[in-house]
């Protein structure tokens, strides 16, 4: 149980374009999801916590009209990366809350050209 | 100082060997501990998670939480080449927004057959 998935696995995109991310819990419902980006070689980096009906919460200098979070289910969080740009190349990974133990999903590897 | 601290490593053992993982913190209010597996380019795998003081074992893992001296350790016996991987310390308060995850910076082990 706990799986959680990501969609797509891999998007490359042009610069100016919007790119939009899914995170599913596939065997549990999800009040609250996370979102991270990594760097190469680096921990994970909280931008924002996701709660299912009611606005995402965003960590400080992560830029919220950027990096639209949507939480309509209590199943599916939805990243959407707005005039992407190379600097928002990145992998992004969700994770989603049952209790105290976050689930993650596999990942978005985002390149934008 | 940083909230939580990880061995750097890189750490790299021969097969069959004992591995040592440890994460010391600062933050009391820190009372879920848990230790991720992370491979390259994939999202992390939640390993063990610990709330009280004390041992977990869990087949080849054990983890540890001494919470008087703020330090959390996890020990992989009979080290395999599938353990080679990132691993991440992580720890949390309790309720709501405390639920976020602190990661440790992560510590890469690889087991050399």
């Known amino acids: 149980g706990a799986v959680v998935s990501q969609h797509p696995s891999r998007v490359i995109c042009k610069s100016g374009t919007s790119v939009k991310i899914e995170c599913r819990s596939l065997d549990f419902q999800a009040t609250t999801m996370f979102w991270y980006r990594q760097f190469p070689k680096q921990s994970l980096m909280l931008m924002a916590t996701?709660?299912?009906?009611?606005?995402?919460?965003?960590e400080q200098g992560v830029e919220k009209d950027k990096f639209l979070i949507n939480h309509a289910s209590l199943t599916l969080s939805t990243l959407t990366v707005t005039s992407a740009h190379p600097e928002d190349s990145s992998f992004y990974i969700c994770s989603a809350a049952q209790g105290e133990r976050q689930f993650f999903g596999p990942g978005t590897r985002l390149t934008v050209l | 100082q940083k909230e939580v601290e990880q061995d750097p490593g890189p750490l790299s053992v021969p097969e069959g060997a004992i591995v040592s993982l440890n994460c010391t913190y600062s933050n009391s209010a820190f009372q879920y501990f848990m230790w991720y597996r992370q491979y390259s380019r994939k999202g992390p795998e939640l390993l063990m998670y610990?709330?009280?003081?004390g041992n977990k074992e869990d087949g080849r893992f054990t983890a540890q939480v001494d919470k008087s001296s703020k330090y959390i350790s996890l020990f992989i016996r009979d080290s395999q080449p599938s353990d080679s991987a990132t691993y991440l310390c992580?720890?949390?308060?309790?309720?709501?927004?405390?639920?976020?995850?602190?990661f440790g910076k992560g510590t890469l082990l690889t087991v050399n057959p």
């Open positions: 996701s709660n299912e009906g009611s606005k995402a919460t965003y």
């Open positions: 992580a720890m949390s308060g309790s309720g709501g927004s405390n639920y976020k995850l602190t």
């Open positions: 610990t709330y009280s003081s």
